[in-house]
């Protein structure tokens, strides 16, 4: 079984559609995060959970609606996205604090979104 | 400002040669990582490589060293015997963490290996 595994890997969703992107790590870690990956630009931290408290969000726009009920899931709820949301939506983790930053993320394989 | 600057968006190597893909990084920590990460056009993020800031040797890891200099700030990746398979995105990454860990991610380089 994967570390972190992502649902689904591909999706395409009209603008008034409502949908949700399931991440679940089976690794043990407290730190869970929501990446942006769009075509030739960098990776976009979205959101970081840490002990399923939300520590970051990188002023991502709120029709991009995070929720994690526990260490070991993360989702994320869309609802009325414009088409410059099609990307690469990829899920990690890590093990939290300072003295884990000798750890790397763990990635899913990604949710590819299509916004028609 | 821009934490980790990756400057060649495209590099060709030739099949069985050395490539050195080049990351340079920006920080006031004292501690923090450094990753590379490899994506094949599939989309998964495979971690190659880590040093860490106290680290004094090079890392490495079968076909991948991490030539790490500290001064210059910079922690470039070099593979060696280049396979076709190596084609792919790589990405240079730096974590730094209190309460959790912030990971930077460079725009990567876009590597061709060439039969």
């Known amino acids: 079984e994967t570390g972190v595994t992502q649902t689904p890997r591909h999706l395409v969703m009209g603008m008034t559609n409502k949908k949700s992107l399931k991440c679940e790590q089976h690794?043990?870690?407290?730190?869970m995060y929501w990446y942006k990956q769009s075509a030739k630009k960098p990776l976009e931290l979205m959101f970081v959970?840490?002990?399923?408290?939300?520590?970051e969000n990188n002023s991502v726009p709120s029709r991009f609606s995070p929720e994690c009920p526990n260490s070991s899931h993360l989702f994320l709820h869309l609802h009325t996205l414009q088409p410059e949301d099609s990307a690469l939506y990829l899920c990690?983790?890590?093990?939290?604090?300072?003295?884990?930053?000798?750890?790397?993320?763990?990635f899913g394989n990604g949710t590819r979104l299509t916004v028609t | 400002a821009q934490k980790i600057t990756q400057t060649q968006p495209g590099m060709f190597v030739q099949e069985k040669e050395a490539v050195t893909l080049d990351c340079t990084y920006d920080?006031?920590?004292?501690?923090?990582?450094l990753f590379w990460y490899k994506q094949p056009s599939s989309g998964e993020m495979i971690f190659l490589i880590y040093q860490g800031s106290y680290d004094e040797q090079n890392a490495t890891e079968g076909r991948y060293s991490l030539n790490f200099q500290k001064a210059r700030k910079s922690a470039n990746l070099v593979i060696s015997a280049s396979q076709l398979g190596d084609s792919a995105m790589y990405f240079c990454a730096m974590s730094q963490g209190y309460n959790f860990n912030k990971f930077y991610f460079g725009s990567g380089t876009k590597l061709n290996v060439k039969p």
């Open positions: 920080t006031s920590d004292q501690s923090y990582g």
């Open positions: 959970y840490s002990l399923e408290e939300r520590v």
């Open positions: 690794l043990g870690h407290n730190a």
């Open positions: 990690a983790s890590s093990p939290n604090g300072e003295s884990n930053y000798n750890s790397p993320l763990h």
